[in-house]
């Protein structure tokens, strides 16, 4: 935490007030603003996602299916990463090792939990039949969206600001403490004064400005230029990564220096210019909507071969249906040929007899003429 400023009444007129606390119980259980953030910010990338993508041509339902391996994977990847770079606060002297498991005191690093949920996508993509691609692009805006939604947990944990200032627009840091007992606690406790210690820059309200406007800007541009093959995706890291370049720059916090330089600001660099590198190589059309309908559920696959084998055995008794008028007409000309051959023979036979008769006449008359 930054150091107290001199507060005076006129720099609090305009400042932007810290919650009072960021945790309320519903008898035992509690009920944490950083957690409710979070899984709000993930049901809003995973509506959008999933609209984006039966809007691309692929299967509803797909985007829910790949994100329950994504998901997981990506709240396990954000704490590691947070845990291994800020292993001090966790290993360090007078520190307890288990508290790298409580994850509801914040601490998710967004580069690992992509890197991780990047795995978890790829699981769920292959179960599908779909481009793991196809699938970053249609999330894209979603994940930037979700970040920012998740930025105001770190609002009610009063965490993540930078330093002392007096701008009006200055973020109100209060103390807080455990009602019961007044000692100090910052993540779970309350402010019970509201006079501010500290009056610091937002750097969480920044970052979740910036968040927004990347998120337009990746909608609009995926819709102007039709993007595919990861773009729209390398375009959010691409956005994401130059403005939370500059605002960790800002921070105040605790974190892991490299020759004195915070070590996300190394990351924002190298991931940007990853995302940029491939915007720069990769083109082509965006996929084939074919392509993402993907193929059924391995626990739906019996149930699809059902449909041709019924299908198949109905033909059969089709064609078995169809048979049976057409025996009979095989058979009429059997009957009719019989028919029309006595006709033909009794005509004949009558001609014979005929003719016998004129000539028997005729031999009489030559006989009587004889």
Known sequence: MSAPVAATANSFLATIPSPSQGVWYIGPIPLRAYALCIIAGIIAAVWIGSRRWVARGGAEGTVIDIAVFAVPFGLVGGRLYHVATDWHKYFGPDRNPLDALKVWEGGLGIWGAVALGAV???????????????????????????????????????????AATTVPWGLEIYRRVDPATGLNDPIGGVALDHTPITVVHPT???????????????????????????????????????????????????????????????????????????????????????????????????????????????????????????????????????????????????????????????????????
């Open 120 to 162: 978890g996508a790829w699981i769920g993509c292959r179960r599908r039949g779909v481009p793991l691609a196809a699938f970053a692009d249609a999330v894209a805006p979603g994940i930037i969206l979700a970040q920012a939604i998740g930025r105001l947990g770190n609002w009610f944990n009063q965490e993540l600001y930078g």
């Open 204 to 370: 969480f309200l920044y970052e979740l400005l910036w968040n927004l406007l990347v998120f337009g800007l990746v909608i609009w541009a995926d819709r102007k230029f039709r993007m595919g093959r990861g773009r729209v995706f390398a375009l959010y890291v691409a956005g994401y990564t130059l403005g939370r370049l500059w605002i960790e720059m800002m921070r105040t916090d605790d974190a892991t220096l490299i020759l004195g330089i915070r070590i996300n600001v190394f990351t924002s660099l190298i991931v940007f210019a990853g995302a940029v590198l491939y915007l720069v190589m990769v083109r082509g059309k965006r996929e084939d909507p074919e392509l993402l309908k993907g193929k059924p559920e391995p626990g739906e696959a019996p149930a699809e071969p059902v449909e041709p084998k019924a299908a198949g055995k109905a033909e059969p008794e089709a064609k078995s249906d169809e048979a049976e008028p057409d025996e009979p007409k095989a058979d009429e000309p059997e009957a009719k040929e019989p028919e029309a051959t006595e006709p033909k023979a009794t005509e004949a036979k009558a001609e014979d007899a005929e003719g016998d008769s004129q000539a028997r006449s005729a031999g009489g008359a030559k006989s009587e003429k004889d």
